[in-house]
């Protein structure tokens, strides 16, 4: 069974070299466990942080140990009644072909709605990140304006289309042309913008003249720098994700601090491992959505196995996905 292990922390931007790929004996169950094969690996921005040696809400991981993650498989052998041989599971195996898993650490994967992997992103927990953030913490009003940044991702797709079906006017930020035609044609935001174009500002400017009343907030950097001006007074920011400063070695720092406590701005901060009970109910709710065509979604899937994970993990990590990024680490 291949695995892949961070070789040692990295220092500033990650590179193929900060990885080691192994073969490891497959994994015998026990009394209780199930022998899961790997059919997808999720490759999430939270992995590259955890890989630095400093103070986090988990444990950093150590030179050796395999990069954590999760995954969804099949049950190839069983010692346990409740996953048969056969069942289609979601759970934490981490970046390997096989691993053990119990009752409590296995989630049985619904089919109806979709392929196994949707139980990786939008039935899963960049689904519930999007729900609970926008929903629970930002709770839009109709007719409010609500921008997301990290647009056509994982949890920022998922954000917009949420906004959208609560009436929001909803203004994406993503990284180049071809992400903003898929914002707006494919998802429906009302408008997207590419954050490395020449006139983001003034353009940013132009299309938010009754000020952003939710900022969804996924990048941090230069971006985050261009939304605080425009919030308006009483807005909320979810603070969920700060893409830009996981590859830094010095964090970028918040310039726009004065905004807002000049326009009594709310951040809301969080991690959604903190809200497992959240999840379900979230789920099912998106999965409803999700059936009925109103919300969509993109994979973008490395193929040819888990070996492709430290070079598809890098692309993602740098804006070269397009669409939840996934490894399939084997093929159906
Ligand atoms: P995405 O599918 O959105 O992929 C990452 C995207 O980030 C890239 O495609 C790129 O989009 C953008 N990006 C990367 N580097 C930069 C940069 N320097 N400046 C601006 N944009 C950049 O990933 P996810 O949807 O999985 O995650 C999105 C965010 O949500 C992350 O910050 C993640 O940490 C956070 N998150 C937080 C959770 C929580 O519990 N709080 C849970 C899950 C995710 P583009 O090309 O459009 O610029």
Same mark, same amino acid.
């Given at each position: ?60 991981? =150590? @030179? !050796?140990? &395999? ?8 049950? /190839?052998? *069983?010692?346990?009644?409740? #996953? ?56 839009? =009003? @109709? !007719?409010? &304006? ?8 994982? /949890?920022? *797709?998922?954000?917009?289309? #949420? ?170």
């Amino acid at each position: 069974s291949l695995r892949v292990a961070m070789r040692d922390h990295p220092q500033g931007m990650v590179s193929e070299g900060d990885f080691l790929v192994e073969q490891t004996p497959r994994p015998a169950p026990g009394p209780g466990q199930a022998l899961v094969r790997v059919r997808h690996l999720s490759l999430d921005p939270y992995m590259r942080p955890m890989m630095n040696p400093v103070r986090s809400y988990v444990e950093p991981l =150590k @030179p !050796g140990q &395999t990069m954590p993650g999760a995954t969804v498989g099949e049950v /190839v052998e *069983s010692n346990e009644e409740a #996953l048969p041989v056969g069942a289609h599971v979601a759970c934490m195996l981490g970046w390997q072909e096989y691993g053990l898993v119990t009752k409590d650490a296995a989630r049985i994967v619904d089919l109806d709605p979709g392929d196994i992997s949707l139980a990786l992103h939008v039935l899963g927990m960049t689904g519930a990140t999007a729900h609970y953030g926008l929903l629970h913490l930002g709770d839009p =009003k @109709p !007719g409010e &304006t609500v921008v997301v940044t990290a647009a056509s991702g994982a /949890v920022g *797709s998922v954000v917009g289309q #949420l906004a959208k079906i609560k009436g929001c006017r909803v203004l994406g930020i993503a990284g180049g042309p071809e992400k903003c035609r898929y914002v707006t044609e494919e998802l429906g935001f009302d408008e997207c913008l590419d954050h490395r174009a020449d006139d983001f500002e003034q353009r940013l400017a132009e299309l938010t003249p009754d000020w952003v009343d939710i900022l969804f907030e996924n990048v941090g950097g230069p971006v985050l720098d261009a939304l605080l001006p425009r919030m308006n007074d009483h807005g909320r920011v979810v603070l969920c994700g700060n893409i830009s400063d996981y590859n830094r070695d010095e964090p970028y720092g918040l310039k726009g601090i004065s905004h807002l406590l000049l326009h009594r701005v709310n951040v809301y901060s969080f991690v959604i491992a903190d809200h497992r009970d959240y999840w379900p109910g979230a789920i099912g709710e998106l999965a409803g959505w999700v059936k009925e065509g109103r919300i969509r979604f993109r994979e973008d899937v490395a193929k040819g196995g888990l070996k492709g994970a430290p070079s598809a993990f890098i692309s993602m990590l740098t804006g070269r996905n397009f669409g939840k990024q996934l490894v399939e680490v084997a093929p159906a």
